[in-house]
């Protein structure tokens, strides 16, 4: 015989309700923005500020951009390829690791960054900072820090890190 079935308490049900819902029309207007203004789609827009605006040398390897975005490696090879071939970012070997791969953006990826980032930075105030006091923003900030910490500690294996083999 088993327990009783697992129940949620109501403010819990719709907290996760309104955060999903928030979640998915937040990314709908950042990725219609991308698309209108950058021809980027959301995955390409964090990976060029990934390079261009979070690594002070616009280069960052493959496993610990996907390892940060929560994205399949081969998802990210392909969008990276995409934008490799717009010109936006360069891919070769990585100086400390003969099998891994490192993407640099080019001086077109950080102006095409530079061209949608005031577009996205509106979306950003506009749909989820404008009904917010400063004080909720802070307060939102601290809230979700430690679930998003929780939620790395055990990641799904796209945004676990990569074990790296030992020599010898």
């Known amino acids: 015989m088993s ?21 998915g029309l ?3 207007g950042v990725e219609q923005q991308l698309r209108d203004e950058g021809d980027l789609t959301y995955v390409q827009f964090q990976l060029l500020a990934r390079l261009g605006l979070d690594s ?5 390897r493959m496993t610990d951009l996907a390892d940060g975005l929560v994205y399949s490696r081969s998802g990210l090879t392909y969008q990276a390829g ?17 099998r891994g791969v490192t993407v640099t953006i080019t001086d077109a990826g950080r102006a095409r960054l530079a061209r949608v980032l005031p577009g996205h930075v509106h979306v950003l105030r ?41 020599n010898g």
Do not use: C
């Open 3 to 23: 327990g009783p079935e697992p129940t949620l308490e109501p403010a819990q049900l719709g907290a996760y309700f309104a955060l999903m819902e928030v979640a």
């Open 26 to 28: 937040l990314r709908h």
């Open 56 to 60: 002070p040398t616009g280069s960052r």
């Open 82 to 98: 995409l934008l490799e071939q717009a010109g936006l970012v360069e891919r070769g070997p990585s100086p400390d690791d003969e």
């Open 126 to 166: 506009d749909l989820l900072f404008q009904p917010l006091a400063s004080t909720d923003v802070d307060t939102l900030a601290a809230l979700l820090a430690p679930v998003r910490d929780h939620m790395r500690a055990s990641p799904p294996r796209s945004a676990a890190p990569r074990r790296r083999k030992r």
